[in-house]
C-alpha cells in the first residue's frame, strides 16, 4: 500500500525568509513522487516531480525537493518565498494510482 | 492548448438529488481522472477513465459514478447525495493510463454544496 503524510498542515512564513515543506510516504513499489500546488479557486499544479535519477530535483516558480530514500522523504524548499507564494501544496507518491497528502497552507506574511 | 474544463463551476444542490459533472480534457489526452477534495481528508480518488473504459476505481459507494466519451470528454454522476458529499471535485486529465511517471493536469474544479 501506498500513502503520503505532509508533516505540517499550515506554516506561516515572513517574506523573502526560506521555508522547508516536509513530506514523508510509504510505497512498496517503485517511487514516483510529486509536488503540486493549489491557488484559491483553481485546480492544481505540477511544481516538480521526482521519477528517477538525481535525488534533488529542481521545479518551478524556485523550488526544489530531494528525494530521500533512507528517509522515505520528499521534502521541498524554497530559499527566499514572496506573497505570491501563499497556496496550498500537495505532496503525492503514485503507483497504481496516485496518493495525495492532506496538504500543508503556506502563508507568507508581509 | 485549453486546459482542462470543468463545468459546473459551482452549483448547489438538496440532500436526495443527483447531480452531474463535466470534464473535458486537454486535446489528445485520453486518460480522465476523478478527485474528491474535502478539507482535513485532501484529494481521494473517485475512479479513472481511458478510452471509454474504467481502468481504475477508489473507495467510494456506488452512488458514485463515471463515464467517458469517444472524445475523452468525461462525466461524473452522484445520485442520491448527503450532505458530506459537500466538496471540491476536480478532474486531471494525462496522455497516458494509469499512475507510474503519469503527470496529471488538473482542471478548476467542481464545488459542489449539499444543503
Excluded at chain 1, 526560506?18 to 484559491?40: A, I
Aim: overall charge positive.
Amino acid at each position: 500500500a501506498q500513502s503520503v503524510t505532509q508533516l505540517d498542515s499550515q506554516v506561516p512564513v515572513f517574506e523573502e525568509a526560506p521555508v522547508e515543506l516536509r513530506c514523508n510516504y510509504s510505497s512498496s513499489v517503485s517511487v514516483y513522487l510529486f509536488w503540486y500546488v493549489q491557488y484559491p479557486n483553481q485546480g492544481l499544479q505540477l511544481l516538480l516531480k521526482y521519477l528517477s535519477g538525481s535525488t534533488l530535483v529542481k521545479g518551478i516558480n524556485g523550488f526544489e525537493a530531494e528525494f530521500n530514500k533512507s528517509q522515505t522523504s520528499f521534502h521541498m524548499r524554497k530559499p527566499s518565498v514572496h506573497i505570491s507564494d501563499t497556496a496550498e501544496y500537495f505532496c503525492a507518491v503514485s503507483g497504481n494510482q496516485f496518493y495525495f497528502g492532506t496538504g500543508t497552507s503556506l502563508t507568507v506574511i508581509p | 492548448k485549453a486546459g482542462v474544463t470543468q463545468t459546473p463551476r459551482y452549483l448547489i444542490k438538496t440532500r436526495g438529488q443527483q447531480v452531474t459533472l463535466s470534464c473535458s480534457p486537454i486535446s489528445g489526452h485520453r486518460s480522465v481522472s476523478w478527485y474528491q477534495q474535502t478539507p482535513g481528508q485532501g484529494l481521494q480518488f473517485l475512479f479513472e477513465y481511458f478510452s471509454e473504459t474504467q481502468r481504475n476505481k477508489g473507495n467510494f459507494p456506488g452512488r458514485f459514478s463515471g463515464r467517458q466519451f469517444s472524445n475523452s470528454r468525461s462525466e461524473m454522476n452522484v445520485s442520491t447525495l448527503e450532505l458530506g458529499d459537500s466538496a471540491l471535485y476536480l478532474c486531471a486529465s494525462s496522455h497516458l493510463q494509469g499512475a507510474g511517471a503519469n503527470v496529471l493536469t488538473f482542471g478548476a474544479g467542481s464545488r459542489l454544496t449539499v444543503l
